[in-house]
Nanobody, 126 residues
Framework: QVQLVESGGGLVQAGGSLRLSCAASGRTSSSLAMGWFRQAPGKEREIVAAISSGVSVYSTRYANSVKGRFTISRDNTENTVYLQMNSLKPEDTAVYYC?????????????????WGQGTQVTVSS
């Protein structure tokens, strides 16, 4: 079993930055493909960024809406995945969720993730 706990959300002014963290337990992090999702009020949950399983060398992928502004990374020694969010916009406001799956490589489809955190609120003011 895998447990995921997100942290780092908060209120930030447009143009500002936040770094989200997701701590994983119950399984070695190098064996987990990881992703960040978000869900805004009245909208479906969407994938924001993903990073592959593995050791030292990783692949990443981003939604077009955040490409160039967000960066996903991981630290397997700490069993933690991060989402650095820069140049935040009001439309980035959402609950952000960390997800994991015991897969080789990078996972992009929502239904392929097996484990989910409880989410952390990110609010970007205009």
């Amino acid at each position: 079993q895998v447990q995921l706990v997100e942290s780092g959300g908060g209120l930030v002014q447009a143009g500002g930055s936040l770094r989200l963290s997701c701590a994983a337990s119950g399984r070695t992090s190098s064996s987990l493909a990881m992703g960040w999702f978000r869900q805004a009020p009245g909208k479906e949950r969407e994938i924001v960024a993903a990073i592959s399983s593995g050791v030292s060398v990783y692949s990443t992928r981003y939604a077009n809406s955040v490409k160039g502004r967000f960066t996903i990374s991981r630290d397997n020694t700490e069993n933690t995945v991060y989402l650095q969010m820069n140049s935040l916009k009001p439309e980035d406001t959402a609950v952000y969720y960390c997800a994991a799956g015991p897969y080789v490589g990078l996972v992009w489809r929502t239904n392929e993730y097996d484990y989910w955190g409880q989410g952390t609120q990110v609010t970007v003011s205009s």
